[in-house]
C-alpha cells in the first residue's frame, strides 16, 4: 500500500449495494479494500465463496480471498462504507463511528438525524461541516457517520439544484419509474412484475418528500434548515433491471423557458467537478435534445453511471416547467455517490 492510500472496510459486502462497492473501489486510486464484513450467515467464509455475485465483471482478485467478518469495531481501516439492511444498520454505523472509523453510508437509519449530512457533493457539500458538530454532539474523536440519500432522491436533487439556484423553487411534483435491482436480491418475485407495473414502494415517497427539503436547505449555525418547498412523490416499480426514470413538474419563482433550463442544467457544476474527483463526472447532468431520451439501457451508464441525464424540458401547463430525470439507481443512486461523498470529504479534512 502506498503511504497516500486510505484502508477501508465494506460492511453489508455481500449484498447488492455491497458488491457494487467492491466493484467500484477496485483500483481506486485513494482507497483501499481491506476488510470486508456481513452477517453471521457469511462471516468467517473467504469473501468469494461468501457472496452470490450477480455483477458483470469479476469479483476483484485482491478482494476474492479476504476473510468476511462480522459487523463489528476492530476491522482493520480507518473508513468503512455501509450497506447495510436497515434493519441492523442504525446501531452498527453508530458502534463503528464512536470507536473512531469515518462512517459513509447508504442506509436510511441516520439520515435524517440533525446532525448527520445528508449529502450529495454536487448539491450541498457544504452541508459537511455539521460533522464538526456531530463529533462534539456525540462525543466521536476522529469518527463521524455521513450519509447519502435514498437512490431516487440523488437523481431528483442533482436535477433540483441548479433550478433552484437559478430560478428559486417552490413546488416539485414527480412520479417514479423505478428498476428492479433497486430492491435488492431476490427483491420483487417475477411473477409480480413481469408484465407489470407495481404502484407502491415501501416508505420511497415519505423519503423523497423529506430527503429532498434536507438536501437543498441551508446550513447555518451548526443547523441544516430544511428548504421551504413542497414535494409530491409517486413511487412504481417497473420491469427494468438498473436505471430509475422520474417525471419531474416544477414550479418556479422566477419563470424561464426550456432553453434557460436546459442551459442551467448543462452548465451545472459542483465541488467535486472543481476539485477532480476521481469518482466526479465530468458533467453531472447532461441534458439531451432528442425527444425520446432519456432511456435507462441507453443512458443509465452515462460517465461511469455517475452522471444523471435530463431530456424532454418543456412547458408545464400545470406547474410551470417539466422533464424527465434518469440515473444509475446503484452506482449514482448509491455506491458511487458513497465513494464521492468521501472523496470529497477527504478534501476537506475530515479523514486526517
Ligand atoms: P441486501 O442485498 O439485502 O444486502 C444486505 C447486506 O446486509 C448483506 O451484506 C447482509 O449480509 C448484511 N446483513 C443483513 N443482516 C445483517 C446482520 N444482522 N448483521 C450484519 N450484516 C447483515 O440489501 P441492499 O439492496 O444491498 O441494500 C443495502 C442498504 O442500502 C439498505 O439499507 C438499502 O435501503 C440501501 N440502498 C439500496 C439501494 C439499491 O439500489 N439496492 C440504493 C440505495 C440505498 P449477509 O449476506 O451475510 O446476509
Request: charged share 25%.
Amino acid at each position: 500500500m502506498s503511504t497516500n492510500e486510505i484502508k477501508v472496510g465494506v460492511l453489508g459486502a455481500t449484498g447488492a449495494v455491497g458488491q457494487r462497492f467492491v466493484q467500484l473501489l477496485e483500483d481506486h486510486p485513494w482507497f483501499r479494500i481491506t476488510a470486508v464484513a456481513a452477517s453471521e450467515r457469511s462471516a468467517g467464509k473467504p469473501y468469494a465463496e461468501a457472496v452470490t455475485w450477480r455483477l458483470d465483471t469479476p469479483v476483484p482478485e485482491a478482494v476474492r480471498t479476504l476473510p468476511v467478518a462480522l459487523c463489528e469495531p476492530g476491522l482493520d481501516c480507518d473508513l468503512v462504507f455501509s450497506g447495510l439492511d436497515s434493519a441492523v444498520a442504525g446501531p452498527i454505523e453508530a458502534a463503528f463511528a464512536a470507536a473512531d472509523y469515518a462512517v459513509v453510508s447508504n442506509s436510511k437509519n441516520h439520515r435524517m438525524d440533525e446532525d448527520v449530512p445528508l449529502l450529495v457533493p454536487e448539491v450541498n457539500g457544504d452541508h459537511c461541516a455539521i460533522i464538526d458538530y456531530q463529533r462534539k454532539r456525540r462525543g466521536y474523536g476522529r469518527g463521524f457517520i455521513a450519509t447519502n440519500p435514498n437512490c431516487s432522491t440523488i437523481g431528483l436533487t442533482m436535477a433540483l439544484k441548479p433550478i433552484a439556484e437559478q430560478f428559486g423553487l417552490r413546488q416539485v411534483a414527480v412520479t417514479t419509474l423505478q428498476a428492479l435491482s433497486g430492491a435488492g436480491y431476490p427483491g420483487v418475485p417475477s411473477l409480480e412484475i413481469l408484465d407489470n407495473v407495481l404502484p407502491y414502494i415501501g416508505e420511497e415517497e415519505d423519503k423523497m418528500e423529506r430527503e429532498t427539503l434536507k438536501l437543498l436547505g441551508r446550513f447555518r449555525d451548526n443547523r441544516i434548515e430544511h428548504a421551504g418547498i413542497v414535494v409530491s412523490a409517486q413511487c412504481n416499480r417497473v420491469h427494468v433491471q438498473d436505471g430509475h426514470m422520474e417525471c419531474v413538474s416544477v414550479a418556479l419563482e422566477n419563470k424561464t423557458d426550456a432553453d434557460g433550463l436546459a442551459k442551467a442544467l448543462r452548465n451545472h457544476r459542483g465541488p467535486p467537478q472543481e476539485l477532480g474527483l476521481p469518482f466526479a463526472p465530468a458533467r453531472p447532468v447532461i441534458v439531451r435534445d432528442e425527444p425520446d431520451r432519456p432511456q435507462p439501457r441507453m443512458d443509465r451508464d452515462a460517465e461511469n453511471g455517475m452522471a444523471v441525464t435530463v431530456g424532454r424540458i418543456r412547458p408545464c401547463p400545470v406547474l410551470d416547467m417539466k422533464f424527465v430525470v434518469l440515473s444509475h439507481n446503484t452506482v449514482r443512486g448509491a455506491a458511487g455517490t458513497s465513494i464521492l461523498n468521501a472523496e470529497f470529504l477527504r478534501t476537506q479534512g475530515y479523514l486526517d
